[in-house]
């Protein structure tokens, strides 16, 4: 599991490599950055996820072996703590854009003034 994850991290900046060096502005190499995070976000969260059932199995399955039981409860652990924060930094980036206005949109200039589009 711990080659697994360390493999697919590994090859995280060869995945980006191709949209770099393609790229002619800042711009174009920010883009392909927002379209590559959203899925390596989910496979994140897949993965905090699959840690967090295999403590689950482990724990259930270690028929009063106790150090079976404690790797379980390290996986749970790990889980639930790899999900907790993973979904507290999107809420905290979530506020901050929503709070700054830095989603795009439109920006309110004042009364009986229409809205500028961004």
Known sequence: MKKFVYYYLS????????????????DSVLDEVESILPGIIQ???LLATVVFLLGIITYITAGGDEKKLSE???YMLWGIVGLFVMV???????????TFNLGGGQIPIGPGEGPINL
């Open 88 to 98: 507290a930094m999107w809420g905290i980036v979530m506020l901050i854009v929503n």
């Open 72 to 74: 379980g409860k390290k």
């Open 11 to 26: 090859t995280i900046p060869l995945q980006l490599a191709p949209a770099i060096t393609i790229a002619q502005t800042i």
């Open 43 to 45: 496979v994140l969260i």
